[in-house]
């Protein structure tokens, strides 16, 4: 029997893509831990995972995402979800009008942590930022956000597409990976 | 006999700035403590308090500013920091010079917190930011920041001259006040 899984987060969709994505039952846990400041998004997600796993009594699962703006040298990074609701991506775009360098990089990381040990599962998409936000699908800075190798915004895809392709679902198909050897490795 | 103060920052600067205002001794315990994630300063304070006090285990003073662009609808707020450190002042200004409106707010809160109660010290200082970076006194946001009734950045003035009217200024000078009024307390 596989044992559940306990994703500790604020937001609604990210939940939502976790489900999507990882065939293993996953509850959420609904509680909007306090985040420390730092430019370094693994940093950020150990301290989240540490207060997670304080609140929680149990293994639990946390991620976070930071979006690099090369021009800017990394900001916002994993301030990302503040420039979001004050800039709003729309604003976001507008201050990049006068960048000749648009490029950025999504980046995921999830943590498993079990109180002892913490396993570390990241994914990374480069692409760049649209000129004024497009398309209708996702949240955060999915409208505003164009992969490599595309013509459109993740607010221009399906879920099902965003969700083959994306930040997330790089780290989460390698979460999903490790949890079938775990699974094999209890069966035997 | 006074009693001393604990001030728990990461930031040199701060610490000579309080000792040139607060006539009472202060000692600088020089802990970078992890800051949470918000736009409330307020919050973002309180948090950093309560780690101090629980890191430090006596009554602790502690500060932290916010740099509240109107255009950028407050951003970056208490991320102040993360912007220096990556964009500069510099590239602060140059993203703003596709803005009409310039105006910001520097604010300050001081918390003197002793386990049980947090004392607050607001200051607030309104200006506007300069097209490029002026002056070589202060550091942070100084050689950006020019105050309502100025037309020099505070990295124009005198150490002597910011410390008169600054944001940082206005909190210290009602910490003084209170910090006097408890020991006219004990002389009776």
Request: glycine share 8%.
């Amino acid at each position: 029997m596989k044992k559940k899984l306990y994703l500790v987060t604020g937001n609604e969709h990210k939940y939502r893509e976790f489900c999507a994505i990882v065939p293993f039952p996953i509850e959420r846990l609904a509680l909007d831990l306090p985040e420390i400041q730092s430019l370094d998004l693994e940093e950020v997600v150990r301290a989240k995972a540490a207060a997670a796993y304080t609140a929680v009594g149990k293994p639990v699962l946390v991620e976070d995402v930071s979006f690099e703006i090369t021009a800017w040298h990394g900001l916002p990074g994993p301030f990302i979800k503040w420039f979001n609701q004050t800039l709003t991506p729309a604003g976001i775009a507008r201050l990049m009008r006068s960048e000749a360098d648009r490029s950025v990089a999504a980046r995921e990381i999830i943590d498993l942590y079990d109180g002892t040990e913490h396993r570390l599962f990241y994914g990374e998409v480069t692409g760049r930022v649209a000129e004024e936000p497009r398309g209708e699908s996702g949240f955060g800075f999915d409208t505003i956000f164009i992969p490599d190798g595309q013509e459109r915004t993740y607010g221009e895809m399906s879920a099902e597409e965003k969700n083959t392709i994306s930040h997330r679902a790089v780290a989460l198909s390698k979460l999903k990976n490790y949890l079938k050897r775990v699974e094999e490795g209890e069966m035997r």
